[in-house]
T-cell receptor, first 117, second 115 residues
Framework: GAGVSQSPSNKVTEKGKDVELRCDPI?????LYWYRQSLGQGLEFLIY????????KSGLPSDRFSAERTGGSVSTLTIQRTQQEDSAVYLC???????????????FGQGTRLTVV | AQKITQTQPGMFVQEKEAVTLDCTYD???????LFWYKQPSSGEMIFLIY??????QNATEGRYSLNFQKARKSANLVISASQLGDSAMYFC????????????FGGGTRLMVKP
């Protein structure tokens, strides 16, 4: 597709249930990022993939959170036993390569709004 | 570790005037990139402008320019001739190889353009 695609766009789940959030990056982009944004707040880094590997998992808030990326493309963020404090917008971004050098801006998806009730 | 600080939670600007949004950063790396993103109320993140740490000239993109002062570790965004559609949240971000290419964001500044 032309841009980063995230699904679902909205998810309401009951406390204690597991959820899976999906991200389809721009084709050919090797770097993929997950962020969390609570209402009116900045972006909290969760995890970053370079290809299929995640050099930095330090942003994951707890062991209930996990993420994987397969084939250097689609990524899934899984939250187990959801809690109300997990409610937020989960944003995925991809870039052609790591954003450390050169003009490799990250392109964002529209996000998944997760509400835990 | 790298850190981005945006000290202005909210800013007002009169339509057609220029406005500067502040951003300071902290890193021990010599090679890094600085980015500005706009997030309107619809929620999407829109890339505005990029500055590399070794770029000698300030970046410009249309009405956006980045006032890069390396010694002060600041990367302020200047928006000229503000328009009502510029009302949004603005985020400064940085990334560096030594930080694993992680893109770190500041807390954001909400800009409101008055007619």
């Amino acid at each position: 597709g032309a841009g980063v695609s995230q699904s679902p766009s909205n998810k309401v789940t009951e406390k204690g249930k597991d959820v899976e959030l999906r991200c389809d990056p721009i084709s050919g982009h090797t770097a993929l990022y997950w962020y969390r944004q609570s209402l009116g707040q900045g972006l909290e880094f969760l995890i970053y993939f370079q290809g299929n590997s995640a050099p930095d998992k330090s942003g994951l808030p707890s062991d209930r959170f996990s993420a994987e990326r397969t084939g250097g493309s689609v990524s899934t963020l899984t939250i187990q036993r959801t809690q109300q404090e997990d409610s937020a917008v989960y944003l995925c971004a991809s870039s052609l390569r790591g954003a450390g050098t050169m003009n490799t801006e990250a392109f964002f998806g529209q996000g998944t709004r997760l509400t835990v009730v | 570790a790298q850190k981005i600080t945006q000290t202005q939670p909210g800013m007002f600007v009169q339509e057609k005037e220029a406005v500067t949004l502040d951003c300071t950063y902290d890193t021990s790396d010599q090679s890094y990139g600085l980015f500005w993103y706009k997030q309107p109320s619809s929620g999407e993140m829109i890339f505005l402008i990029y500055q590399g740490s070794y770029d000698e000239q300030n970046a410009t993109e249309g009405r956006y320019s980045l006032n890069f002062q390396k010694a002060r570790k600041s990367a302020n965004l200047v928006i000229s001739a503000s328009q009502l559609g510029d009302s949004a949240m603005y985020f400064c971000a940085m990334s560096s190889n030594n930080a694993g290419n992680m893109l770190t964001f500041g807390g954001g500044t909400r800009l409101m353009v008055k007619p």
